[in-house]
């Protein structure tokens, strides 16, 4: 399907929107003055009610709407990829300059500053992988300098489960967690809030259609069992993962809370931004037979640019604008999403609708580029200096990371993913 470039809309904010054109339509749940969350559509500075406008969609987009009552998408993921075109198809006429649904205005749509957003499915698992290939590096470097990267890192997608209940969307507090830790040179841990409070820069993956327990997915059907993307902020807790993580991985250094941006942006709505899967470098091996598939690799990876800003309790009183601490980009992810799915099924584990995939910290090979503290500031020892004149080595209370995604492309609308938000608060 090719994107609606020139069609314009009747909800006049949406024309030429950073984040929410009529090209993008990224589903999400919300609620208005203490309601029931129910599902809506982002366009421009408003949301379309989806339940509100039900007996504009017949036939599969009917069936689209209606999977996603209740507050959860669930349903609709399970759906999978004709009932979403569906409803993509129908919401571009319905949203589009000259629908009749503009004297429905009051009716429908929905001022987005009077709404509050949901983590918009009921997540029953949640996976996050290492495939951002420079964070690794980058973070390798700083414990094995010769040698950064462990011996399966080409060869397996590297990821570990992570806990689906402290999931949160955009807006959430962060309590800064407590944990044991082992301070520089002790040889027995302490116990208190962590010291080392960092964010790392990730895209979310929402799963749509599962698989049966005991069935992989192919790599060749991987793409259709994906429903869309968001982005997603894993709060680390440095000093309590440095003492945990051995032997089994990251536990409750990452536990605390997960932040999303609220709104699924589609697989369709990404499609102008797919692109072929950058080249391994030589000397690199290709990847095993079940995670190869010619057309994932020509169009699989997603051009997204990915950036992190910081605003400090002094920067906001000051009325300073938020601090750019990265700009990424989605590119650098070792493995497409596509394989992400095919491995993560290979075994027979069952995927979900609704589950959700963190990609990893996508950082980029030069300074400017980290997604993380911990690589901006090589594990503590250089200062971040702030505009205000503070500087930083992780965060302190009253910080405010912020990521936010754009997609642009020569001779299409640019489409951007909303923010992911969340401000740190005193250990309790
Ligand atoms: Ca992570």
């Given at each position: 399907m090719t994107q609606p470039t020139l069609t314009r809309s009747w909800v006049a904010s949406a024309n030429g929107h950073t984040d929410f054109p009529l090209q993008?339509?990224?589903?999400?749940?919300?609620s208005i003055n203490g309601g029931a969350p129910r599902s809506g559509v982002a366009i421009g500075d408003s949301i379309l009610d989806l339940h509100a406008a039900i007996d504009e969609f017949s036939g599969d987009a009917r069936r689209a709407v209606e999977a996603t009552a209740g507050g959860q998408l669930n349903a609709f993921f399970e759906l999978g990829r004709g009932p979403r075109v569906a409803l993509r198809e129908r919401l571009l006429e319905l949203l589009a300059e000259g629908s009749p649904l503009q004297t429905r205005e009051a009716q429908v749509l929905h001022r987005a500053a009077d709404c509050r957003m949901h983590v918009p499915a009921q997540i029953n698992d949640y996976t996050d992988f290492y495939v951002g290939i420079e964070h690794a590096q980058n973070?390798?470097?700083?414990?094995?300098?010769?040698?950064?990267?462990?011996?399966?890192?080409?060869?397996?997608p590297i990821g570990y489960h992570g806990r689906a209940s402290t999931i949160r969307a955009s807006g959430a507090d962060v309590r800064r967690p407590k944990g044991q830790t082992l301070p520089a040179g002790q040889t027995e841990p302490t116990f208190g809030p962590c010291a080392r409070l960092d964010y790392e820069l990730e895209l979310g993956i929402w799963i749509g259609q599962g698989n049966e327990m005991g069935d992989s997915i192919a790599i060749g059907d991987a793409a259709d069992h994906i429903a869309g993307f968001c982005l997603l902020n894993d709060?680390?807790?440095?000093?309590?993962?440095?003492?945990?993580?051995?032997?089994?991985g990251p536990f409750l250094s990452k536990s605390f809370i997960t932040t999303i941006s609220p709104w699924v942006v589609t697989v369709e709505?990404?499609?102008?931004?797919?692109?072929?899967?950058?080249?391994?470098?030589?000397?690199?091996?290709?990847?095993?037979?079940?995670l190869l598939d010619k057309?994932?690799?020509?169009?699989?990876?997603?051009?997204?640019?990915?950036?992190v800003l910081l605003t400090t309790a002094a920067m906001r009183e000051q009325n300073l604008p938020a601090f750019r601490l990265a700009l990424s980009n989605s590119l650098h992810m070792y493995w497409t999403v596509a394989q992400l799915v095919a491995h993560h099924s290979v075994n027979g584990c069952q995927l979900?609708?609704?589950?959700?995939?963190?990609?990893?910290?996508?950082?980029?090979?030069?300074?400017?580029?980290?997604?993380?503290?911990l690589e901006m500031t090589e594990g503590g020892k250089?200062?971040?200096?702030?505009?205000?004149?503070?500087?930083?080595?992780?965060?302190?209370?009253?910080?405010?990371?912020?990521?936010?995604?754009r997609c642009r492309r020569e001779g299409f609308a640019s489409i951007g993913f909303g923010e992911c938000r969340g401000t740190v608060v005193a250990a309790r």
């Open positions: 993008n339509l990224p589903l999400g749940v919300f973070v390798g470097k700083l414990f094995r300098p010769d040698n950064p990267l462990l011996p399966n890192y080409k060869y397996v709060w680390s807790a440095r000093d309590i993962q440095a003492w945990e993580y051995q032997p089994l709505a990404l499609e102008p931004f797919r692109t072929a899967q950058p080249a391994r470098p030589e000397g690199d091996p290709q990847p095993l037979s079940y057309r994932d690799q020509a169009a699989g990876a997603l051009d997204i640019e990915l950036e979900q609708a609704g589950d959700l995939f963190g990609s990893g910290t996508l950082s980029g090979p030069q300074a400017g580029q980290f997604g993380s503290l250089k200062a971040v200096e702030l505009p205000s004149g503070e500087v930083r080595k992780f965060l302190e209370d009253g910080d405010e990371i912020i990521l936010r995604a």
